[in-house]
Nanobody, 122 residues
Framework: QVQPVESGGGLVQAGGSLRLSCAAS????????MGWFRQAPGKERELVSA????????YYADSVKGRFTISRANAKNTVILQMNSLKPEDTAVYYC???????????????WGQGTQVTVSS
């Protein structure tokens, strides 16, 4: 079992960058697939990016390809979402999620963090 905890959100101008971190407790973190989701006001939660346990299989939503990068450091129980060239439409609460299955983390992961707010001003 893991418990994700996000950090690194904030307010940034369009074109700027933010780095979100997710620290997950649990000695088996390295065996979990991890994902980043976001939910904007009035919209459904959507998958932004995900990685399998080793980091050699990743997914990006079309809206963030080329701008966001997901990475993980299993020795530090951490997964990072580097967000560059941010746009106002990236404004949302970002959630870190975990699941033993990469297939499941892309859809309905079992473990969720509390979320961190990202606001991009125009």
């Amino acid at each position: 079992q893991v418990q994700p905890v996000e950090s690194g959100g904030g307010l940034v101008q369009a074109g700027g960058s933010l780095r979100l971190s997710c620290a997950a407790s649990g000695r088996t973190f390295g065996s979990y697939a991890m994902g980043w989701f976001r939910q904007a006001p009035g919209k459904e939660r959507e998958l932004v990016s995900a990685t399998n346990w080793s980091g050699d299989n990743t997914y990006y939503a079309d809206s963030v390809k080329g701008r966001f990068t997901i990475s993980r450091a299993n020795a530090k129980n951490t997964v990072i979402l580097q967000m560059n060239s941010l746009k106002p439409e990236d404004t949302a609460v970002y959630y870190c999620a975990a699941d033993p299955s990469y297939f499941i983390v892309l859809r309905t992961p079992q473990y969720w963090g509390q979320g961190t707010q990202v606001t991009v001003s125009s």
